[in-house]
T-cell receptor, first 111, second 116 residues
């Protein structure tokens, strides 16, 4: 995915509904991916990761899906809560641990 | 946990002056720290990789003489923005990687720099 975005796409979701955030990555050789949550004015916070030998990984209320064929990642948040409002980034872990961030998606949870 | 702090959390400086930002790993040792810059409504862009005891590695397009990085110990890296200009106003975020070799990066809370 692109590492710089001039406009953050926004996902509006009603409290209690499920959220799905998508991310495309560019390097077919990437074998490790991480989802981060960033609240306004704060640093990124690790949510969940997945390696390329898996196509699904579940955490608490979150699930990451990896489709290597089309180089696509998604993050699913179950029963979205107001505290989930933030910007979500996917990141590819490149050589030497360097992170290549996607453009990000702003999630807005409405009551 | 793995806590990373940054100081200051925000700073306002006049054009032409230099500003130093500190990044500390509070409860672990970090051989490698990373510095990112983030403009409003944009993603994080890696500026440089800081390795303890050696010179930083800068990403393409990042001026090493303008953004001085010093990684003097296993718990501290500093970024100095020299001769700051308004276009350097941004959110600067560091991350630290454990010396043990695990690839996970732990992020600091960021420093908001405003150059007037």
């Amino acid at each position: 995915g692109e590492s710089v975005g001039l406009h953050l796409p926004t996902l509006s979701v009603q409290e209690g509904d499920n959220s799905i955030i998508n991310c495309a990555y560019s390097n077919s050789a990437s074998d490790y991916f991480i989802w981060y949550k960033q609240e306004s004015g704060k640093g990124p916070q690790f949510i969940i990761d997945i390696r390329s030998n898996m196509d699904k990984r579940q955490g608490q209320r979150v699930t990451v899906l990896l489709n290597k064929t089309v180089k696509h990642l998604s993050l699913q948040i179950a029963a979205t809560q107001p505290g989930d409002s933030a910007v979500y980034f996917c990141a590819e872990v490149a050589s030497w641990g360097k992170l290549q961030f996607g453009a990000g998606t702003q999630v807005v949870v409405t009551p | 946990g793995a806590v990373v702090s940054q100081h200051p959390s925000w700073v306002i400086c006049k054009s032409g002056t230099s500003v130093k930002i500190e990044c500390r790993s509070l409860d672990f040792q970090a051989t490698t720290m990373f510095w990112y810059r983030q403009f409003p409504k944009q993603s994080l862009m890696l500026m440089a990789t800081s390795n303890e005891g050696s010179k930083a590695t800068y990403e393409q397009g990042v001026e090493k003489d303008k953004f001085l990085i010093n990684h003097a110990s296993l718990t501290l890296s500093t970024l100095t923005v020299t001769s700051a200009h308004p276009e350097d106003s941004s959110f600067y975020i560091c991350s630290a990687q454990r010396t043990s070799g695990a690839s996970e990066q732990y992020f600091g809370p960021g420093t908001r720099l405003t150059v007037t």
